[in-house]
Each structure stands twice: as structure tokens, then as C-alpha cells.
């Protein structure tokens, strides 16, 4: 077969069709190596596609078939043993699946990796953790600490991506664990750990061994300072699952997310806490996130929220304060949709926001996204503001539109169903919602009647009742 010539950077990896001093993609000088590729594709007839029919089955890799014919495999995911990574895999690992874990560092990707991999070699799973970062004396010792002592999780200290396929082979695991796929080198390939060919060879060599032997294959990734997957964005597209592990580092909450997944849902939430012992699934996440909260606090709402399939109440809390400089500082809940729920307040209810600085966060560390915590926000700002607490065993669930209207959100029902197992007295929830047995709901239209709804008469010694914002009070107690 005839070849032909190209020059690859060995430091991005971009591809020049001659020779060339400085690479055109990074800038990097003498970086570019002569590679030899095939100049075309190889016959049919080398590939069993004869008309008279080859050796090849129907349905093997490179050989059309009707797709009615191809054989599905053994796609049953298997199970790790950690409910919360369970939860969002959607069952498990799927044998010859890539999964690429991230997160930041001391989140406890290393932790929560170590964890399944000991619960699934207890099970009788044979496992080979590759560790390229630490030595096998300190994976012992974290082992020991969260109970994967065990005889089938191999361990070995490797860089040498030659050598990492090499012991696959010897010990002939169903599901290898490489950490991180930005330490392992091939010394036949240009580039320095980390660099972009070496991990872009690296991932594919391993893919491919991945599906060859229907070998369930995870890798760690480092991230940037921006948050974002080191390495080369075709890293995420050669792996079939992505998953990012975050959080707070000044809460023990840790969040599991798939932003990827080719064998299921990317919506689905896994909670963790960090212990002493290491990772501890949190399944019952509305408790978690209100256990702290203190009754007839001022500026603070529950929220009924749904992360995946999973829903949660939350709280959320709020802080306004006159300043010269006013800013809008937010931890859990979008900036930009704080400033359009101030827009409606300070619009429909006239509370002169412009002027004050604002906070709103979720406590817990947890970061939500979706609509329906709009009410509570907006609640909890009002709160604020007018210096008066919400009535007692209230939760909001509802989106807040541009007019001032509080619209409905995907599956209310559930959401109330939660408030109504945590023991909640009542709901402010859009019109037409369904009922809850055990819990009172009460319908609100539009901002204006949320905050009437919402808010707790004044006690005797408050601000309010001695005449301070009272017309800021009275333009929420009575229609403006």
C-alpha cells in the first residue's frame, strides 16, 4: 500500500503537509515529526465483502448489515456498588465503555474511583487500577481507610502506556481504572505527559482496547483553572460517558453529574459527603440541605427543585443592604436570572432594589439551574428587603416570567409529593397545580399575591410594625 507524508506537532498535535519550523497551531518551535499514513482506504476484497460472501459475521466492526441483523452484545450495565455513581451511570458500567471522570483537585475523584472499584472486587469483579500519579503504597494506605482491602483489586504504579497494555494482558481484569490518563506517556509518540498527541494516542489506544475485549475502562482527568477538561476536546468525544465531580470546598457536599453518556440519561444527580472515612452517599438529599435551617429566619424560602429524576427542597437564603456601589453576589443560583427576578420585583412591587446590594445563595453548596427555584428567590429577596420572615413550613416551587406571572414547572408533582414526606404545611404553587394529600397549597398568580401569600404578620417589636418600610409593607399586603 502506498503512504504518504505528514508532520505532526507534538505539542498540540496539529498537522502540516510539509515540514515546518514553528507549528501553525500553537506557535511551538521544532515541534512538528515526519509521519507516514496510508494513502488510501484497502480494497472490499480485504475486508470480506466479496459478493459471494466472506469470513466476516454479519454485523462485525467494518462489514454492513441490516441493522435488524446486528448483534446487540452484552450491553447490561454492571453494577459498581455505589449507589449515587449507580444512580447517574444508570445502573453501572457497561462492559467495553470508556467513562472519563473530572473534577478539580481534592475533590476526591481518586477517592470515589477507589471506592467502586473495592465494592466491585468484593463482588468477585476482577479490577486493575493503573495509578500514574501515586505509588501503590499510598493507594494501599487509602484503600485501607475506606475498607477496598481486597485480593481481586490489583493495583500498579505505572506511566508507560506500553506497559499498562502490557499488564492488562497479564492480568486479564473486567474493568480497568487508569489514573490519570494526563500521566501516562507512550515513549513512541511525541510529546511531553499531558501534552495534547500524547493524550489523544493515549485515549484511543485505550478505546480501542476497551472495545476489542468488552473491558469496562475508567479514566481520571485533570481540568484547567477555568474549570473546564484538560487536554484535547477530542479526549470527550473518543469516551462514551463523561462525569464531573465538584463542590464546594468549604462544604463536604460533593455532586456527581454525567454530562455525557451514550448508554443513558446526562440529567441524573449523585450526591456525596466526604467523611472519614471517605465518600457516603446521600440519599436523602431534601433532609441534608435542610437540617441547618432555623424557623422565622428573615430572608430565607424553601424551594422545591428537581435535579435528574430526583427532587429536593432546598433553602435559600438572601441578604439586602443599602451601598454606594451596589453589587449582586450569588452562590447556587444563576447571576443573570437574580438580576431579571430583581427587574420584576423592583417593576411590580416597586422595592427600589436598584439602589441596594443584594446576595442569594442556596445553602449546602448545591448549584441549581432550573426555573423552578425562581419563586423561592424572589421570596427570599422580599424577605429581605422588608425585614419580615416567611410563614412558617412554606415552600415555593414555581417559575417567574418577565410580566410577573408565576408559571408551572416540569413535574410539580413530585416536588409536592417531597414537601409533603419532609412534613411541610403548606405550598405556594402556579394555578392549576395538582393537590397533595397532607399538604395545603395555595395558588398564586402573579408576584404580587406570592408575596402576600408568603409573608408572616409582623411581630409587635419588628421593624415593620414600628413603622419602618411600612410603605414598602403595605404595597405588598395590599394589590399595588
Same mark, same amino acid.
Given at each position: 500500500?502506498?503512504?504518504?507524508?505528514?508532520?505532526?506537532?507534538?505539542?498540540?498535535?496539529?498537522?502540516?503537509?510539509?515540514?515546518?519550523?514553528?507549528?501553525?497551531?500553537?506557535?511551538?518551535?521544532?515541534?512538528? $515529526?515526519?509521519? #507516514?499514513?496510508?494513502?488510501?482506504?484497502?480494497?472490499?476484497?480485504?475486508?470480506?465483502?466479496?459478493?459471494?460472501?466472506?469470513?466476516?459475521?454479519?454485523?462485525?466492526?467494518?462489514?454492513?448489515?441490516?441493522?435488524?441483523?446486528?448483534?446487540?452484545?452484552?450491553?447490561?450495565? @454492571?453494577p459498581t456498588g455505589v449507589g449515587?455513581?449507580?444512580?447517574?451511570?444508570?445502573?453501572?458500567?457497561?462492559?467495553?465503555?470508556?467513562?472519563?471522570? $473530572?473534577?478539580?483537585?481534592?475533590?476526591?475523584?481518586?477517592?470515589?474511583?477507589?471506592?467502586?472499584?473495592?465494592?466491585?472486587?468484593?463482588?468477585?469483579? @476482577?479490577?486493575?487500577?493503573?495509578?500514574?500519579?501515586?505509588?501503590?503504597?499510598?493507594?494501599?494506605? @487509602?484503600?485501607?481507610?475506606?475498607?477496598?482491602?481486597?485480593?481481586?483489586?490489583?493495583?500498579?504504579?505505572?506511566?508507560?502506556?506500553?506497559?499498562?497494555?502490557?499488564?492488562?494482558?497479564?492480568?486479564?481484569?473486567?474493568?480497568?481504572?487508569?489514573?490519570?490518563?494526563?500521566?501516562?506517556?507512550?515513549?513512541?509518540?511525541?510529546?511531553?505527559?499531558?501534552?495534547?498527541?500524547?493524550?489523544?494516542?493515549?485515549?484511543?489506544?485505550?478505546?480501542?482496547?476497551?472495545?476489542?475485549?468488552?473491558?469496562?475502562?475508567?479514566?481520571?482527568?485533570?481540568?484547567?483553572?477555568?474549570?473546564?477538561?484538560?487536554?484535547?476536546?477530542?479526549?470527550?468525544?473518543?469516551?462514551?460517558?463523561?462525569?464531573t465531580f465538584d463542590g464546594d470546598?468549604?462544604?463536604?457536599?460533593?455532586?456527581?453529574?454525567?454530562?455525557?453518556?451514550?448508554?443513558?440519561?446526562?440529567?441524573?444527580?449523585?450526591?456525596?459527603?466526604?467523611?472519614?472515612?471517605?465518600?457516603?452517599?446521600?440519599?436523602?438529599? #431534601?433532609?441534608?440541605?435542610?437540617?441547618?435551617?432555623?424557623?422565622?429566619?428573615?430572608?430565607?424560602?424553601?424551594?422545591?427543585?428537581?435535579?435528574?429524576? @430526583?427532587?429536593?427542597?432546598?433553602?435559600?437564603?438572601?441578604?439586602?443592604?443599602?451601598?454606594?456601589?451596589?453589587?449582586?453576589?450569588?452562590?447556587?443560583?444563576?447571576?443573570?436570572?437574580?438580576?431579571?427576578?430583581?427587574?420584576?420585583?423592583?417593576?411590580?412591587?416597586?422595592?427600589?432594589?436598584? =439602589?441596594?446590594?443584594?446576595?442569594?445563595?442556596?445553602?449546602?453548596?448545591? =448549584?441549581?439551574?432550573?426555573?423552578?427555584?425562581?419563586?423561592?428567590?424572589?421570596?427570599?429577596?422580599?424577605?429581605?428587603?422588608?425585614?419580615?420572615?416567611?410563614?412558617?413550613?412554606?415552600?415555593?416551587?414555581?417559575?417567574?416570567?418577565?410580566?410577573?406571572?408565576?408559571?408551572?414547572?416540569?413535574?410539580?408533582?413530585?416536588?409536592?409529593?417531597?414537601?409533603?414526606?419532609?412534613?411541610?404545611?403548606?405550598?405556594?404553587?402556579?394555578?392549576?397545580?395538582?393537590?397533595?394529600?397532607?399538604?395545603?397549597?395555595?395558588?398564586?398568580?402573579?408576584?404580587?399575591?406570592?408575596?402576600?401569600?408568603?409573608?408572616?404578620?409582623?411581630?409587635?417589636?419588628?421593624?415593620?410594625?414600628?413603622?419602618?418600610?411600612?410603605?414598602?409593607?403595605?404595597?405588598?399586603?395590599?394589590?399595588?
Amino acid at each position: 500500500m502506498k503512504t504518504r507524508t505528514t508532520f505532526r506537532c507534538g505539542e498540540c498535535g496539529a498537522e502540516a503537509p510539509r515540514w515546518l519550523g514553528r507549528c501553525p497551531g500553537c506557535d511551538a518551535w521544532g515541534s512538528l $515529526v515526519e509521519r #507516514s499514513l496510508p494513502s488510501r482506504l484497502p480494497s472490499l476484497a480485504r475486508t470480506g465483502l466479496e459478493r459471494d460472501g466472506g469470513a466476516a459475521g454479519v454485523g462485525a466492526a467494518g462489514v454492513p448489515a441490516p441493522i435488524v441483523d446486528v448483534d446487540p452484545g452484552n450491553a447490561a450495565p @454492571r453494577p459498581t456498588g455505589v449507589g449515587e455513581l449507580d444512580r447517574v451511570l444508570g445502573g453501572g458500567l457497561v462492559p467495553g465503555s470508556v467513562t472519563l471522570l $473530572v473534577g478539580e483537585p481534592g475533590m476526591g475523584k481518586s477517592t470515589l474511583l477507589l471506592q467502586a472499584l473495592g465494592t466491585m472486587a468484593a463482588g468477585g469483579t @476482577r479490577c486493575l487500577l493503573v495509578t500514574a500519579e501515586e505509588s501503590s503504597a499510598q493507594v494501599r494506605a @487509602r484503600a485501607e481507610r475506606v475498607g477496598a482491602l481486597v485480593p481481586e483489586l490489583i493495583v500498579v504504579a505505572e506511566t508507560s502506556l506500553p506497559h499498562v497494555l502490557a499488564h492488562v494482558d497479564a492480568v486479564a481484569p473486567a474493568v480497568l481504572a487508569l489514573d490519570s490518563i494526563q500521566a501516562v506517556v507512550d515513549p513512541d509518540q511525541p510529546g511531553t505527559p499531558g501534552s495534547v498527541s500524547q493524550v489523544r494516542d493515549a485515549a484511543h489506544r485505550l478505546v480501542q482496547l476497551a472495545k476489542e475485549r468488552a473491558l469496562s475502562t475508567v479514566m481520571v482527568g485533570h481540568v484547567t483553572k477555568e474549570g473546564t477538561l484538560a487536554g484535547p476536546r477530542a479526549l470527550e468525544h473518543v469516551v462514551d460517558t463523561v462525569l464531573t465531580f465538584d463542590g464546594d470546598r468549604g462544604h463536604s457536599l460533593r455532586l456527581l453529574r454525567a454530562l455525557k453518556h451514550r448508554f443513558g440519561a446526562t440529567h441524573e444527580l449523585g450526591l456525596f459527603e466526604m467523611a472519614e472515612r471517605g465518600l457516603v452517599d446521600v440519599p436523602d438529599a #431534601s433532609a441534608r440541605f435542610l437540617v441547618d435551617r432555623r424557623s422565622g429566619a428573615i430572608g430565607s424560602a424553601v424551594a422545591g427543585v428537581l435535579e435528574g429524576t @430526583r427532587p429536593m427542597l432546598v433553602e435559600v437564603q438572601s441578604l439586602v443592604v443599602e451601598s454606594s456601589v451596589p453589587r449582586r453576589t450569588v452562590a447556587g443560583v444563576d447571576g443573570g436570572r437574580l438580576g431579571m427576578l430583581l427587574a420584576v420585583l423592583d417593576q411590580h412591587l416597586r422595592l427600589d432594589l436598584a =439602589r441596594r446590594e443584594v446576595y442569594a445563595s442556596v445553602a449546602g453548596g448545591l =448549584r441549581v439551574g432550573e426555573p423552578g427555584i425562581d419563586l423561592a428567590v424572589l421570596l427570599a429577596v422580599a424577605s429581605a428587603r422588608l425585614r419580615r420572615p416567611l410563614v412558617d413550613g412554606l415552600v415555593a416551587v414555581g417559575e417567574v416570567g418577565l410580566g410577573g406571572e408565576v408559571r408551572s414547572v416540569p413535574q410539580l408533582e413530585r416536588r409536592l409529593a417531597e414537601a409533603a414526606r419532609l412534613g411541610m404545611a403548606g405550598a405556594l404553587v402556579p394555578p392549576g397545580s395538582p393537590r397533595i394529600a397532607g399538604l395545603r397549597t395555595v395558588e398564586v398568580a402573579d408576584v404580587g399575591h406570592a408575596v402576600r401569600a408568603a409573608l408572616a404578620a409582623p411581630a409587635a417589636n419588628s421593624d415593620a410594625a414600628q413603622g419602618v418600610e411600612a410603605s414598602s409593607v403595605d404595597r405588598c399586603v395590599t394589590p399595588p
